[in-house]
C-alpha cells in the first residue's frame, strides 16, 4: 500500500519510525510511503504555535530514502493512503481525494458524530488547543481521536475514539503525554485493518451542524489571570497552559 505521510511532532516521529518498521519487516507491497510532507520554517509562525519539539523527521526520511515534497506535489506519487499525523496545513480536498482510501487523521479532542454525542464531554473540540480548552471548559475526559478528513476541518467520519480522564490535578502536558500513547496504541490497532480494507474501514456517522471552532487567538485570550479570581479559577488557568518551555499565564 503506497503512503502519503504528513506529519510533525514527536507522535508523528514515532508513527515515522513504526512505518518504516513494518516496511521492512513485510516489505514494499504491504506498506511503501512514497513521500513524506512536513512542515516548513515559516508555517508555524504563521499559525501562532510556539515550537516545543525538536525535528527529526527529516533526518529518519532522509536516511531512509524517502522523498520530502510540498504538500501539492503529493499527487504525482499516486499514493493509496494519505496519513496526517499533526500536520498543520489544512489538506485542499484535491490532494485528499487523489487517494482512494482517502486520508486519516489524529485529533487530541472529541470531534462531532453526527448520530450521538457522547456524555463524556460537554463540548466538541474542533480547531487548536484543544487540550487547553478542555481543562479551561471543566471536562472531565478529554478524548483522542481517529478519523477521515474531508473538506470540512474536523468534520470527518470517526473511526475511533481513545479517553484520558481529566481530574483537579491534571495539567495540559499531561494530557498531551497521555493523548501521545493512546493515539499511538489506536493507530497501531486500526493500521492492519486499513492495509487490508479495499477502500475505507468502516466509520461512525459524520459530524453535521455548526460546530464551534477552537482557534488559538480565542485560547491566548484566556491565558490572563484576574487578581480577583477564586484559587480554584487560578489553579484551572494554571493547568491549562503548564506546558514545558513556554510562558504561563500572567496575572492582571
Known amino acids: ?58 533526518k529518519i526520511a532522509q536516511k531512509n530514502q524517502i522523498p520530502i515534497v510540498d504538500i501539492q506535489s503529493v499527487p504525482k506519487f499516486k499514493p493509496e493512503i494519505i496519513l496526517s499525523v499533526f500536520y498543520y496545513d489544512i489538506i ?12 486519516t ?56 475514539y481513545a479517553w484520558n480522564r481529566i481530574d483537579k490535578k491534571t495539567t495540559v502536558w499531561n494530557l498531551q503525554i497521555k493523548s501521545e500513547e493512546k493515539a499511538y496504541k489506536m493507530f497501531k490497532k486500526w ?4 492495509v487490508r480494507a479495499k477502500s475505507k474501514v468502516k466509520t461512525l456517522p459524520p459530524g453535521e451542524g455548526n460546530y464551534h471552532y477552537f482557534s488559538n487567538k480565542e485560547l491566548l485570550a484566556k491565558k490572563n489571570i484576574k487578581k480577583i479570581a477564586s484559587s480554584e479559577q487560578k489553579n484551572k488557568i494554571k493547568r491549562a497552559f503548564d506546558f514545558p518551555n513556554r510562558k504561563g499565564p500572567q496575572y492582571v
Not at 504528513?6 to 510511503?33: H, N, V
Not at 485542499?92 to 486520508?103: E, F, L, M, N, R
Request: aromatic share 10%; net charge positive; with cysteine.
Open 1 to 58: 500500500m503506497k503512503v502519503a505521510y504528513l506529519s510533525s511532532r514527536p507522535l508523528g516521529e514515532k508513527i515515522l519510525r513504526f512505518l518504516i518498521a513494518e516496511s521492512k519487516k513485510k516489505g514494499k507491497d504491504y506498506i511503501d510511503i512514497v513521500c513524506l510532507v512536513t512542515l516548513k520554517k515559516n508555517q508555524l509562525e504563521k499559525s501562532g504555535i510556539d515550537k516545543w519539539w525538536k525535528d527529526n523527521i527529516v
Open 92 to 103: 485542499p480536498k484535491s490532494i485528499i481525494d487523489c487517494a482512494k482510501k482517502g486520508a
Open 105 to 160: 487523521n489524529i485529533h487530541f479532542g472529541y470531534l462531532p458524530n453526527a448520530k450521538y454525542h457522547d456524555k463524556r464531554t460537554k463540548h466538541t473540540y474542533r480547531g487548536r488547543g484543544i487540550l487547553s480548552f478542555a481543562i479551561l471548559n471543566n471536562e472531565k475526559w478529554q478524548a483522542v481521536t481517529f478519523h477521515y478528513l474531508t473538506g470540512k476541518v474536523d468534520l470527518g467520519p470517526i473511526i475511533d
Open 191 to 194: 493500521f492492519p485493518k486499513i
